[in-house]
């Protein structure tokens, strides 16, 4: 089974390459399941019901978030009815939305999507390296093929959860910080990982913030309201294959596409 995830998705530069892209890469790579993290795709912060629905449109499968899924507060009732909408399963009890997805598509076999939030120079939420025993043991009583996005900041956090988790999960992609990383690999155990998967939207900015806008913040160490940028879209993503019956990853690509991109 090949799943696609998409990194960090930014903006309308974001959301316009996914929309002339995605078909063409689901095509020609034969992905089966498409997932993407998009707490940023309304304007650059927070996400809307009606850029959920559109990104739905494209052919994505399931949505992940992080801690900017709130930004917009439209999104809280949406989140709460819309399974494939997920926020980092590690919030408190109460909060709106889920944290995992079990399902399927097109009659294929069931996939456990995960979503989670690290804690270091994050907000301190539950621990997830404990939720994510009870959520893989429920996962897998029913399917095999289970990814995990973990959305955190520290390299360190993301790496230790990945070996934490390996041989049960068959995927941990990481994501927040908007830069991919080279370090793609199969563990030991048979779990792929990659400490980022990178940043989908405008690639000329400061991780999709204009750069005078976040220049100012750092010179004068006061807030200032961030410009989301348009210029030089790419697509980042990765493409890994699992083995079915055992969910073992049996190999992951990193990917990194412009607007012009052919097969």
């Known amino acids: 089974m090949r799943l696609l995830f998409i990194g960090d998705v ?18 020609a790579f ?4 498409t997932v993407a993290n998009v707490e940023n795709a309304a304007g650059g912060f927070g996400l809307t019901p009606q850029v959920a629905k559109e990104l739905l449109e494209t052919g994505i499968d399931v949505m992940t978030s992080g801690n900017h899924i709130w930004d917009k507060k439209e999104i809280f009732e949406y989140i ?10 590690n919030y408190p009890p109460g909060v709106p939305g889920r944290g995992m997805f079990i399902g399927s598509v097109s009659g294929g076999p069931k996939v456990a999507i995960i979503n989670l939030q690290g ?17 893989l043991a429920e996962a897998l009583a029913t399917t095999r093929i289970v990814l995990i996005d973990f959305h955190a900041e520290a390299t360190s956090e993301k790496i230790c959860f990945s070996r934490y988790v390996q041989g ?3 995927a941990v992609v990481g994501t927040h910080t908007h830069v991919q990383t080279a370090d793609e690999q199969i563990l030991p155990q048979g779990t792929a990982f990659i400490t980022d998967v990178g940043m989908t939207g405008p690639h000329d900015s400061v991780i999709g913030v204009e750069y005078a806008s976040s220049m100012q913040r750092f010179l004068l160490q006061i807030p200032r309201k961030y410009t989301t940028a348009e210029r ?12 079915e019956e055992s969910g073992r990853a ?14």
């Not at 034969?30 to 399941?33: A, E, I, M, R, Y």
């Open 80 to 89: 709460q009815n819309t399974p494939q909408l997920l926020r980092p399963a």
């Open 10 to 27: 930014i903006g309308k530069s974001g959301r316009r390459i996914i929309q002339h892209l995605l078909p063409r890469i689901q095509k």
């Open 168 to 170: 049960r999960a068959g």
């Open 232 to 243: 030089d879209a790419k697509l980042h993503a990765v493409l890994i294959e699992m083995e």
């Open 30 to 33: 034969h992905v089966d399941f």
């Open 250 to 263: 049996q190999s992951i690509r990193r990917l990194s596409l412009s607007e012009t991109w052919n097969p």
């Open 119 to 135: 804690r270091v120079f994050m907000p301190p939420l539950d621990c997830p390296f404990r939720l994510a025993d009870t959520l």
